[in-house]
């Protein structure tokens, strides 16, 4: 590197480092905390020139982005990908000019050796101990599920599906419906609606592939005189301050967690990367998960 941006202070410390973050958008409770932890870790006393770009969940506006970081001549490039597919192209636009490329959060379909690493979660256990608490809680009689799922073709929705169902097979558990709620609280709400309108009190248990889904869908079932947490049981996926007051006010049955906290994890894998370090392919945070009870206990010293 050698040429920081405007404003950049190239010290004693060394060179600053300019690097593009591609951030999915600002759906969810989640992405405020993963783009919060992203912009401390790439700080201007870290070293780092951070150029941000949230692409309001757009796929071709987050490819864009990526290619215009690429004209720029970054020295690296993170990406939170907003779905798997479609970055075959552009990766390989990248690895051509010699940038760099560290996925973070989410995964693309495209072949390992267009990017550098990934640091992220394993989203498929999430949905996996999601389910399993589900089968256990209520897959011995005959119980009616609807799903409010994340975005469509992104990594975290695809994943936790495919965990979440592998989980519930056997039980009783009967998914009545399984809709997008591209992981936003107004669309939890309105899926939410509908699925009320359509089945009304046949429906037993939501799961919401992540906490916003769900907090909206508290306002659709309350506005249906139903009590969330009683008569339909609700689990998410996340474990933002907002979930998890829900839970601890017990309008939430279970939470699994989703650490949203990759900012410095990144920022080291940049740095090794640029210094010609030999980095994993894949750094995975772990989750936790919580009932009612470990709510109440863990709120207050939630940092996110
Ligand atoms: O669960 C959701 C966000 O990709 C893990 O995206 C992330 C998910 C997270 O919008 O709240």
New binding site residues.
């Given amino acids: 590197s050698g040429s920081g941006g405007a404003g950049s202070t190239d010290g004693a410390s060394g060179d600053v480092i300019t690097v593009g973050f591609a951030q ?1 958008g600002s ?5 405020s905390a993963n783009t919060e932890s992203m912009k401390e870790a790439f700080s201007a006393e870290n070293g780092f020139d951070l150029v941000f770009n949230a692409a309001d969940n757009k796929p071709e506006a987050q490819i864009a982005a990526v290619r215009n970081f690429i004209n720029q001549g970054v020295d690296a490039i993170v990406l939170a990908p907003i779905v798997s597919d479609g970055w075959d192209d552009v990766l390989k636009e990248a690895k051509d000019a010699g940038i760099p490329v560290i996925l973070e ?2 995964t693309v379909s495209a072949p390992d050796d267009l990017y550098e690493s990934w640091v992220g ?1 394993d ?1 498929e256990k999430e949905g996996e101990t999601a389910g399993k608490w589900v089968a256990d809680n209520y897959g011995k009689q005959p119980t009616n599920l609807v799903v409010l799922e ?1 975005t469509t073709g ?1 990594s ?1 929705a695809t994943d936790r599906a495919t965990g979440f169902n592998s989980a519930i097979e056997g039980s009783q558990i009967k998914v009545l419906d399984s809709q997008t709620g591209n ?1 936003t609280r107004a669309d939890g709400k309105t899926v939410m609606e509908g699925f009320l309108q359509k089945y009304g009190s046949e429906i037993n248990v939501l799961f919401a ?4 889904m769900g907090l909206g869908a508290l306002d659709a079932i309350k506005a249906a005189g139903l009590t969330p947490g009683q008569d339909i049981k609700i689990v998410t ?2 474990a933002v301050k907002d979930g998890m007051t829900a839970l601890a006010d017990g309008e939430f049955n279970y939470i699994v967690e ?1 650490n949203p906290l990759l900012g410095d994890q990144v920022a080291q894998v940049v740095k090794d990367v640029l210094a010609g370090k030999t980095v994993d392919k894949q750094y995975i945070v772990e989750d936790q998960a919580f009932d009612q009870e470990q709510a109440k206990a863990v709120l207050d010293s939630r940092p996110y």
């Avoid at 759906?27 to 992405?31: D, P, V």
């Fill in positions: 999915t759906e969810s409770g989640w992405r959060d989410r979660l989203f994340g992104s975290a992981f592939q992540n906490d916003d996926i996340d989703c």
